[in-house]
């Protein structure tokens, strides 16, 4: 799997309340999902590119879903299909 750039809604990078590393996972899904409103992600294909376990990226997700940036569903042990709210 190739790198991604990490591009997303400016907003985000200004909000102080979300740590870096919750940033960095939205743009992931936002640059993964381009001009798409569900994507599915697992996290084996995001330790690839940050270093982080099962618990941290739900706990991530959490924080994103609680700002209203996306909404996540986990499916199965490390797999989740994620929408991100425009």
Same mark, same amino acid.
Request: net charge positive; hydrophobic share 35%; aromatic share 16%.
């Given at each position: ?13 200004? !909000?102080?309340?979300?740590? #870096?590393?919750? *940033? ?5 899904? /936002? ?22 376990? !099962?618990?941290?990226?739900? #706990?991530?997700? *959490? ?5 209203? /940036? ?17």
């Amino acid at each position: 799997m190739k790198k991604k750039q990490f591009i997303a809604d400016p907003t985000i990078w200004g !909000n102080k309340n979300i740590p #870096k590393e919750a *940033k960095y996972i939205y743009c992931y899904i /936002y640059s993964k999902g381009f001009n798409k409103y569900i994507t599915d992600i697992n996290v084996g294909e995001l330790q690839q590119v940050l270093k982080i376990s !099962n618990v941290g990226l739900r #706990k991530n997700l *959490k924080i994103l879903e609680k700002f209203k /940036y996306l909404v996540f569903e986990e499916y199965a042990n490390g797999m989740y299909t994620v929408s991100i709210n425009n």
